[in-house]
């Protein structure tokens, strides 16, 4: 179960609103490598883990997932409010405000809808963890595309902090998949499914 | 928000932080002493700066509605808001 606390892991103070950045930085929200994928992947992962420690790991990790889609949520809502609809017709945050109004909704910045593609479960450990590893990696890439094209520092404040949570649960995740490397059994030379094959 | 709000929610979220990154390392260094003796350094802190600001400023869980006179769960701002921050 969950806890719900009623304050930003990080603060979220935008004082001038921009619908254009919106129409990028919801892709960490619901694009490919964004943040409702992450805290998905790994809270879903989680039962299938061999180790209670690999278990906390993802359940620590994962929760702290849902806090980041909650900050990207609050961007993007600070972003996009009081605008005037009219600024906005020929602008690239066109076409989700005709679908979307100002309402937060997982999309990539493309536009596509969130999809549970994005979610990757295998019911492996090795297979998720490595995929937990290339996520993070993803995710700081594109929280570092989201960087080179923003200037203003409100935005870019919270957006430092997000890449840099990528950067750390990189470091754990590396941490997890050895302690299940270093707990296979010894026969299992080839590191087949120890979720499974037990 | 008051000055004073902010500057106690940023302490509150600053000793928070520290506890998100203390549990991820213990969670795969369980034996380090020194990581534990932080964590419980931190976990004690956070809980004298939570009562204090749901003592001044309202609950941070539903569960910590300290007023028996009135619902301030629901109260505005909620954490997305500009002046929650």
Redesign the interface.
């Known amino acids: 179960m969950w ?12 004082k001038n609103p921009n619908p254009a950045l919106a129409n990028v930085i919801v892709s960490q929200l619901g694009g490919p490598d964004g943040e409702l994928g992450a805290a998905t992947r790994y809270l879903n992962q989680r039962f299938s883990m061999p180790k209670g ?1 690999v278990m ?2 993802l359940t ?2 994962g929760s ?1 997932e849902l806090a980041h889609m ?1 900050m990207i ?2 961007i993007l ?2 972003l996009t ?1 009081n605008i005037d609809p009219e600024d906005i017709v020929g602008t690239p945050f066109a076409g989700y405000f005709v679908d979307h109004t100002t309402g937060v909704y997982p999309s990539s910045a493309a536009g596509v809808p969130f999809d549970n593609k994005y979610t990757g479960v295998k019911g492996d450990a090795l297979a998720d963890l490595n995929e937990d590893l290339a996520a993070e990696q993803k995710a700081r890439v594109t929280y570092d595309n989201i960087l080179r094209m923003v200037d203003d520092p409100d935005v870019r404040d919270p957006i430092k902090f997000l890449r840099e949570r990528e950067i ?1 649960h990189y470091q ?1 995740f590396g ?2 998949l050895r ?1 299940t490397m270093d707990e296979l059994d010894c026969k299992n030379i080839y590191a087949f499914n120890p979720s499974f094959d037990k | 928000m008051t000055r004073e709000q902010k500057k106690l ?2 302490e ?2 600053a000793v ?2 520290t506890l ?2 203390t ?3 213990l ?4 034996n380090c002493e020194e990581a534990l003796a932080y964590y419980h350094k931190q976990h004690a802190r956070r809980e004298m700066l939570a009562k204090e600001y749901e003592r001044l400023y309202g ?5 910590g509605n300290v007023s028996r006179t009135s619902w301030d ?1 629901t109260k505005e701002p ?3 808001e ?1 002046d ?2």
């Open positions: 806890i719900y606390e009623k304050k930003l892991q990080y603060p979220v103070k935008i420690k906390g790991i620590d990790i702290e909650e949520g609050a809502y600070q409010r750390v754990r941490d997890a302690l | 929610l940023d509150l979220r928070d932080f998100v990154e549990v991820l390392y969670d795969a260094y369980e609950p941070l869980t539903a569960a769960w909620f954490p997305w500009y929650a921050n």
